[in-house]
């Protein structure tokens, strides 16, 4: 009897996924754990291990697709083996094979060329999130969409079907043809390459778009001097044991995870125009380069670790999120964000706000500056500068500049800080 190998959910609060590569295809041998194929949920890339053992049957999305969670990808049992029964409704047909489409039918498609068939008016199918808020984003009616996902749903694919084929609302007057677009003649192919967003990408860009579009976001910079912390470091490099690892930037995460329990109304959440949710914990949220994008994993009741906790939960979350196998769970809940960029040598950047939050730190680099010593001759010392971008629509300018303002005291006295 043939078996179905289902789409994981790679987290509670995953609802599909998008496939990447399918490593085996049609007709192959396969066993339990050869990886089959590649997907990515908005946050991280996985490899779906094959559950069962036998012949590659049946595919039934290709790479590219988003498939709901927990609905039949594929389908492994013995050469020859019917496997109708596990097909989802969304692939009526095997996602190798096309249909052929009779003469008359492609005559009359190159007559629409982009224009879609339309669809009943007043009928209305389910949609998945993403696809919902893909229409929302392209102002795009999704009710024209053609449903191809399971028991008749929308997805993704079915909108950005609609917005390549455009579908022709029912109108009293016929719509008069778009003009054909002008090839561009001066450019030619040879010369650039178009690449498709990854799923994490699509998301980064969605986010960083909503943040700015919805936020009445205003960045505060300062520096404080770092003169301190780089002597404190100095000694736990020097220490060789498992103080040793930690950072510049773990010392600023704990700072932070400290000082913003005094300024509620940064460590919270905007819940719509009109209300915020204050949390008593500091769940704390720590930008990582990966390279597949920008990943913020999450320290939950991070002030309630010590700075050697913080520092090695860090390095293991930055592991799982380079290697692409971090639980998206891991990267929900966040209060509040800290980006450093200082091993870049940024003086000052205007961090973007990570929704629904009110506020994100930006950790830039250490500079010499100069300043009057206390006998007035000339002093040099390090100044390290931080960029608090808040949302104006929760935090005025004085209370964000007194977390500012905090949070340099607690970092030129950070030996203090460690005795509270």
Same mark, same amino acid.
């Given at each position: ?51 069962? =053992? ?36 969304? $692939? $009526? ?42 229409? =929302? ?35 009293? =007057? ?8 002008? $090839? ?70 704990? $700072? ?10 940064? #460590? ?6 009109? #209300?915020?949710?204050?949390?008593k914990h500091v769940n704390l949220g720590v930008a990582i380069d990966t390279p597949r994008g920008l990943m913020v994993p999450v320290i939950y009741h991070a002030d309630e670790k010590s700075l050697l906790e913080i520092s ?27 980006? #450093? ?12 706000? #990570? ?9 830039c680099c250490a500079t010499d500056r100069v300043r009057k010593a206390p006998d007035g001759s000339i002093q040099i010392y390090p100044a390290m500068g931080l960029s608090l971008t808040y949302d104006h629509r929760a935090v ?9 303002? =905090? ?14």
């Open positions: 009897m043939a078996n179905a190998v289902i789409m994981p959910k790679a987290g509670i609060t995953v609802e599909s996924c998008i496939i990447g590569t399918w490593e085996k295809k049609v007709g192959d041998s396969v066993k339990v754990g050869d990886i089959l194929f590649t997907y990515e949920t908005d946050k991280a890339s996985f490899e779906c291990e094959s559950t069962a =053992e036998g012949t590659l049957l049946e595919i039934f999305y290709n790479d590219g697709d988003e498939v709901p969670c927990l609905v039949n990808v594929c389908a492994i049992g013995n050469a020859g083996e019917d496997c109708s029964a596990l097909r989802p409704d969304s $692939a $009526a047909a095997p996602a190798e094979e096309k249909p052929a489409e009779a003469p008359a039918a492609e005559a009359k498609k190159e007559e629409v060329a982009p224009v879609a068939a339309t669809v009943q008016t007043g009928e209305k199918s389910a949609i998945s999130p993403r696809a919902k808020k893909l229409a =929302e984003r392209a102002g795009v009616d999704a009710s024209l969409a053609t449903p191809t996902g399971p028991n008749g749903r929308i997805i993704e694919r079915d909108v950005r079907t609609l917005m390549e084929n455009p579908v022709v609302a029912p109108a009293k =007057e016929e719509a008069t043809p778009a003009p054909a677009p002008v $090839a561009n003649t001066a450019i030619g192919d040879t010369e650039y390459t178009d690449v498709k967003f990854s799923g994490i990408r699509r998301a980064i860009s969605k986010s960083m778009h909503t943040s700015l579009s919805t936020m009445a976001q205003l960045t505060h910079s300062s520096s404080f001097d770092a003169t301190n912390i780089l002597a404190y470091r100095k000694l736990l490099k020097e220490s060789e044991g498992e103080y040793a690892g930690i950072t510049l930037g773990d010392i600023v995460l704990y $700072a932070v995870s400290r000082t913003l329990l005094n300024h509620p109304d940064l #460590n919270a959440h905007m819940l719509d125009d009109n #209300n915020i949710r204050l949390f090695k939960e860090v390095k293991v979350l930055a592991a799982e999120c380079r290697e692409g196998n971090i639980n998206p769970d891991k990267m929900t809940g966040g209060t509040f964000t800290v980006s #450093n960029l200082g091993n870049l040598g940024i003086e000052m950047f205007t961090p973007v706000i #990570n929704p629904p939050q009110t506020g994100i730190l930006g950790v005025d300018g004085a209370p964000a500049s007194r977390l500012l303002k =905090e949070l340099g005291q607690n970092l030129e006295k950070f030996t203090a800080l460690l005795a509270k």
